[in-house]
């Protein structure tokens, strides 16, 4: 194994351990913006399968959560009862309801990804922009590519 692998592994580690510990829910309580809302994690779930074009049932955001399917109809209530999501029927399906998000939550979500991007670049403020573009790229086709061992 190169030491690049080994860095790369002490790296992924290293976030894995801050994601357990919430390390970007810490940093947006020390800047006022709240505790940890598992809601919002269901919404950016939902986000994600919209960009995919795949339908976010209560049992798929489920699935990609982590979560049990009464902890995720939980969540999904919570996020429909403050108007963040709605219930669609599915139109290749109608048996299935889909999640949608509602203005309110695409705004909810707006508003955390220009957060999140504050804290991103904030970190990489001194590497020069090719540095934050290729990290980018490659982060991302890392991504993609453990994505499809699992």
Known sequence: MTDAVAEVE??????RRSQQRRSLSGIAR?????AHDPVIE?????EEFSERGESGTVTALGAALGV???RASRLVARA??????????DQRD?????????DAGRAEL????EFRRGVFAEVMAEWSE?????FGRLLTAFVRRFGELG
């Open 10 to 15: 002490r790296a992924m580690i290293a976030i």
């Open 94 to 102: 109608g048996r299935r309801t889909v999640l949608v998000l509602t």
């Open 30 to 34: 020390t800047r006022g913006r709240g």
């Open 42 to 46: 269901l919404l950016d779930v939902v």
């Open 130 to 134: 090719e540095d934050r573009i290729v």
């Open 80 to 89: 429909v009862e403050r108007g963040l999501l709605r219930r669609e029927a």
């Open 110 to 113: 707006d508003e955390l990804h």
């Open 68 to 70: 049990d399917q009464p």
